[in-house]
């Protein structure tokens, strides 16, 4: 026998070790659950749980050996905590966690022939966008500002909105971010846009001619690269790609220009001088479905939700420890600051997963009760292309 066998087969018995006293710690955890069913008491603890993970990690001065330590007792802990859920019927007091429950139990059928807004004029990326989700055919209207596309929701003007949330070159979309916190909306769905940018003038007018280029925030830093190279040209920002089509096309400046899709140069009659202004030939924004209503639509395979975390210590470790111990894909995290509380934070999550699968529901307990508060945003198909 070699010498790493001989080390394996110590293994092998300590690990048997270690399974029987694992079965026999599961086994008084769930005397502990049917204990705290009879007396009222929640499943977490976590003060308590914080305790335990000290005192065993003090038991050793190695730093490594330390952190293993901690990482395996909030395993275990985690786990127990499963376990206890089995037996414990909690957390229908918690506002997120019921008004999800109140949410999913009026899921609707998706609208047919909806009516849907988004920000932008004609032409713009998140009209393409609405057409591609929609179909053809849809009945769409673009508005001036994202706040106006929440607020045609809200008065009942519109059945969805298709609203930017990231692009692959330039991060996440912060104002969307922040109404989706204002207003309480669900995701029903997400659609991929690949970005193409190009530089557009009225018929006629050359490159020498341009002294100032339009575009929104993102067009204008998604072609930085280009940009850099005529530093002489101002770049002016505005309320969406197309809508500096539109202005250049109806005040009839020969010497401005804008960047925006191929789409609105032909929509607004403008000459393409330069094709793919974006310096990343892979840039790619994706756009979700926004609806005042949770829609359990077919193929769905990712959940949304919001957090407001404790600003204290390990809060957001021990939300992501769920995600590990469950088994769970997490696919994004945005933190957003909270107005008018200081280093205070709204997280978005987003993970793999379907809101009606067998142990979710114990999952969002777990997660409601961790979090100072939560929200189910919603339960949709992943784009695939």
């Known amino acids: 026998m070699s010498q790493l066998e001989r080390y394996r087969r110590q293994i092998d018995e300590i690990d048997a070790g270690l399974v029987e006293l694992f079965l026999k710690r599961m086994e008084v955890t769930g005397k502990v659950g049917e204990w705290k069913r009879e007396n009222g008491v929640p499943v977490l603890d976590a003060a308590r749980e914080r305790r335990v993970i000290a005192a065993k990690t003090a038991l050793t001065d190695d730093p490594v050996r ?225 609806s005042p209503v949770m829609e359990m639509r077919p193929g769905r395979n990712k959940i949304s939700a919001l957090f407001h975390l404790p600003h204290q210590s390990g809060s957001l470790h021990e939300i992501l420890t769920i995600f590990s111990v469950q088994g769970l894909n997490l696919l994004k995290l945005e933190s957003r600051p909270i107005p008018g509380r200081s280093w205070e934070y709204l997280f978005f999550l987003e993970f793999s997963g379907d809101l009606t699968a067998p142990g979710m529901d114990g999952v969002l307990h777990e997660l409601s009760q961790l979090a100072s508060e939560m929200r189910v945003l919603g339960n949709f198909q992943a784009y695939e292309g």
């Not at 807004?117 to 508005?143: H, I, R, T």
């Not at 106006?148 to 070159?169: C, H, K, Q, T």
């Not at 007018?205 to 005529?230: C, N, P, R, W």
Request: aromatic share 10%; net charge negative; with cysteine.
């Open 66 to 290: 330390r952190a293993d330590l901690a990482e395996l007792y909030e395993t275990i802990m985690a786990i127990s905590r499963r376990q206890q859920r089995t037996l414990v019927k909690e957390g229908a007091e918690d506002p997120g966690y019921a008004a999800y429950v109140e949410a999913l139990s009026h899921a609707r059928e998706p609208v047919a022939q909806p009516r849907v807004v988004y920000q932008g004029e004609p032409g713009a990326y998140s009209e393409e966008a609405a057409v591609g989700f929609f179909g053809p055919d849809v009945n769409s209207k673009g508005l001036p500002w994202f706040s106006d596309v929440f607020a045609a929701i809200e008065r009942g003007e519109a059945d969805y909105a298709m609203l930017p949330i990231e692009n692959s070159s330039t991060g996440s979309i912060r104002q969307v971010y922040d109404l989706m916190a204002q207003y309480r909306y669900y995701v029903v769905g997400e659609y991929d846009v690949k970005v193409e940018h190009c530089l557009m003038a009225l018929p006629g007018v050359a490159m020498e001619d341009i002294k100032t280029v339009y575009s929104h925030e993102q067009g204008l830093m998604q072609s930085e690269k280009f940009l850099d190279a005529h530093r002489d040209w101002r770049r002016v920002p505005t309320l969406d790609t197309a809508g500096s089509a539109k202005q250049v096309a109806e005040t009839g400046d020969r010497t401005a220009a804008a960047i925006c899709s191929r789409r609105a140069a032909e929509i607004y009659g403008l000459n393409i001088l330069v094709e793919g202004t974006n310096h990343n030939s892979l840039n790619h924004t994706r756009f979700v479905v926004v």
